[in-house]
């Protein structure tokens, strides 16, 4: 099951899961990428596995239990091998702004419901109606903000880090069921989003500076991210629980170098 399974992060773990370790796929998505959800749909359905897409907001609890008893239907009792929480939908801003940018407390919640309260309400709803399978893994997205800050997303980051709690909490709650949770951290990577937010100007700039950041020369990209996600499927990984796992490959390491050399 994958929140936000339509486009970027969400529809690459979807493909790369179908493939190995060859899971159907339970999709929720909000429809702003109508094209990307057809592509993705058809390169799954291409590895012979199935797929059921949910239109609709998935940041609330209604929308949870909704979507959970959907799935009930669909494919029974003990049918959740993996759980991806990959949706987005946060404000950028300044707290203290006397501008539009203010970070207003209806940007405040939604921020919240989108990016660290739906993990919760979703896990709620799934152990509800027994829909985790035997050693179900739980995994939750993570980027570096938290190690630094970036001007207007202060919002993102304290949610963020709500949801790295969530995760630590629900690890130890769920644990003695045999269910794993755990946060994945990654760096920037190209998705439509970001293609819809910034000029192509931006995007090359942005790739630029990350080529110069990381130690690999490059960012990362959605593929990596998502064969590692198939890997955290797998009985080797099978000790990871209540962990946020640095994927980063190393992106932080040079900020202090890069700032202080001319």
């Known amino acids: 099951m994958i929140l936000g399974v339509s486009s970027g992060t969400g529809a690459a773990i ?16 909000r429809g702003r990428y109508p094209e990307a959800a057809l592509q993705m749909e058809a390169r799954v359905r291409a ?16 929308s949870a239990e909704a979507g959970a008893d959907e799935l009930l239907a669909r494919a029974g009792p003990r049918s959740v091998k993996l759980f991806v929480h990959a949706i987005a939908g946060a404000s ?7 501008g539009p940018d203010r970070l207003h407390p209806r940007r405040v919640e939604r921020t919240f419901d989108c990016m660290a309260h739906s993990f919760v ?18 995994l939750g997205l993570q ?17 963020k880090a709500a949801l790295e709690m969530y995760i ?3 690890a130890v709650e769920l644990g003695p069921k045999g269910h794993r949770v755990n946060l994945l951290k990654f760096g ?19 790739e630029q500076r990350h080529a110069a950041m990381n130690p690999a020369g490059r960012m990362c990209t ?25 994927f980063t490959g190393g992106m932080t390491l040079r900020l202090l170098d890069l700032v202080l050399k001319p």
Not at 47 to 62: F, N
Not at 149 to 156: A, D, E, K, P, W
């Open 168 to 170: 630590r909490y629900l």
């Open 143 to 159: 980027n570096p903000l938290d190690e630094t800050q970036l001007g207007n997303t202060g919002l993102i980051s304290a949610a």
């Open 222 to 246: 959605v593929e990596e991210v998502a064969r590692f996600v198939c890997v955290l499927t797998g009985d080797e990984a099978g000790w990871f629980n209540g962990a946020t796992i640095d």
């Open 188 to 206: 920037t990577v190209m998705t439509p989003a970001l293609h819809h937010v910034y000029s192509p100007e931006a995007l090359a700039l942005l």
């Open 47 to 62: 590895t012979g596995r199935d797929l059921l897409l949910r239109q609709a907001d998935a940041s609330t609890p209604e």
């Open 92 to 98: 950028l801003g300044h707290f203290l702004s006397d």
């Open 121 to 138: 309400y979703w896990t709620q709803a799934l152990v509800k109606r027994d829909l985790l399978a035997p050693d179900a893994r739980l």
């Open 14 to 29: 979807a493909e790369a899961v179908a493939r190995k370790p060859g899971l159907d796929i339970f999709g929720v998505h």
